[in-house]
């Protein structure tokens, strides 16, 4: 068994100074924390694997595709492999948990 703590993954993804911090990754699938600060850009490309997104905590949207909608802690958002998207107007600090599957490369 691999079981984590959300508050030690946080301040791993802090210490390292980065927005995105794997911390699983298996032969089908990776998962990792996503941060992202109120009012800061979401830099991130279309990826080659399929992917979802689980809210932890903060407020935004986001836009995949054509479509926007709201996210905040508890929504969960499926995103396909190579469709853009992009979180934005980010009223509160985003902690996100991402599955990709396969795993990123």
């Given at each position: 068994?691999?079981?984590?703590?959300?508050?030690?993954?946080?301040?791993?993804?802090?210490?390292?100074?980065g927005?995105?911090?794997?911390?699983?990754?298996?032969?089908?699938?990776s998962?990792?924390?996503?941060?992202?600060?109120?009012?800061?850009?979401?830099?991130?490309?279309?990826?080659?694997?399929?992917?979802?997104?689980?809210?932890?905590?903060?407020?935004?949207?986001?836009?995949?595709?054509?479509?926007?909608?709201?996210v905040?802690?508890?929504?969960?958002?499926?995103?396909?492999?190579?469709?853009?998207?992009?979180?934005?107007?980010?009223?509160?600090?985003?902690?996100?948990?991402?599955?990709?599957?396969?795993?990123?490369?």
């Amino acid at each position: 068994m691999k079981a984590f703590r959300l508050d030690e993954l946080e301040a791993e993804r802090a210490a390292h100074d980065g927005a995105y911090l794997q911390f699983l990754r298996e032969r089908n699938m990776s998962v990792g924390l996503y941060a992202l600060n109120a009012g800061e850009h979401d830099p991130q490309n279309p990826h080659k694997q399929d992917e979802v997104y689980f809210v932890v905590s903060g407020r935004a949207s986001i836009t995949v595709g054509m479509e926007t909608t709201q996210v905040a802690r508890g929504s969960v958002v499926y995103v396909p492999a190579g469709v853009a998207h992009k979180f934005h107007h980010i009223t509160e600090d985003l902690r996100v948990m991402v599955v990709f599957s396969p795993p990123e490369s």
